[in-house]
């Protein structure tokens, strides 16, 4: 793990804090703004406030179980928060044992496992109502929404988007940096949060999508002479995230639509890709995977028809 080097001396004075501040400091220079801002808050949140004021060769394994059932029961995080905040503390963990020049022993780290939760998906009729109602009096906050649900784009690469990313030579559409409201660190006693504009969430997630025709259309009535003007506000200010979420949500209530959340959006547009025969690789570029196995994981799930279709193809038969 490459980063500033640092200059502490080595033993067991230092308190696990202490090595947590020299970790994040040490790899500062390879996080992105929005990383080190998260890991920032769940080491100050949670790992410091029970491991923090320990030396390292005082943590045992049978302490990180009970990090997990605090974290689990008493603090109420969701399975997949608390891998995040494990995983976390394993890393600065190695990194401390490594710079301490002390024999400690390996912790035994069990990660909790989730329910699967089932995703929410519009329906065909709950689609088409929403894409008509987005259609009348369509705006650009309207057709941000519209292309979501037709491209299959994050909330936060909506709202970066600018028209300098669209070409309507090629009818495609890069994405290629993402919006987000991120906690400030070292702000005091009040949580400071400001908007950042970065890089999307993975290398995959820069992607270049084709455009399909409706889109094309909308985009060469809707573009302005600016190109670097983003898409939801025709300036130079951005949309930030929770506000278009707003915007969804009133659209949804209008069209009496519940449950909807915006990567509802994202989630639909996979399913219609998937029941329009789309291959897997194929999709999992388009939505920005880090790899094809999250696609398949999250929306490839054959029913028994087509499981049996696929077994007929198999023309081996004998006569009994």
Known sequence: MTGKKENFKQGD???FAQYCDNWIAANSSRLK??????YKADIENHIKPFFGSRRLS?????????????????????????????????????YAKKRSGQQISDLEIIYPKGQKKNVRVLNEEE??????????????????????LRTGLRIGEVCALRWSDISLKTD???VCRTVQRIQIPDTGSYVKTEVVIG???????????PLMPDLSTLCSRFAPLDSKAFVLTGTHRCMEPRKLQRRLKEYTEECHIQGVHFHTLRH??????????????????????????????????????????NMSRLKITICF
Not at 69 to 92: G, M
Request: proline letters at 2%; charged letters at 25%.
């Open 13 to 15: 004075g230092y308190t």
């Open 33 to 38: 703004v929005s990383s080190r801002a998260r």
């Open 58 to 94: 005082e943590i045992t394994s049978e302490d990180v179980d009970s990090f997990t059932q605090v974290l689990l029961y008493e603090k109420q995080l969701s399975a997949k928060t608390a891998r995040n905040i494990l995983a976390l503390f394993q890393s600065a963990f190695l």
């Open 127 to 148: 689609e088409m109502k929403l894409m008509r109602f987005l259609a009348n009096e369509m705006d650009l906050c309207k057709f941000g929404v519209y292309l979501a």
């Open 172 to 174: 495609t559409l890069s």
């Open 199 to 209: 890089s999307p969430k993975t290398d995959s997630s820069c992607r270049t999508i």
């Open 268 to 309: 639909t547009f996979a399913t219609r890709c998937i029941e329009a025969g789309f291959d897997a690789k194929t999709l999992s570029e388009i939505l920005g995977h880090s790899n094809i196995s999250v696609t398949l994981n999250q929306y490839v799930h054959p029913n028994l028809e087509q499981k049996r279709e």
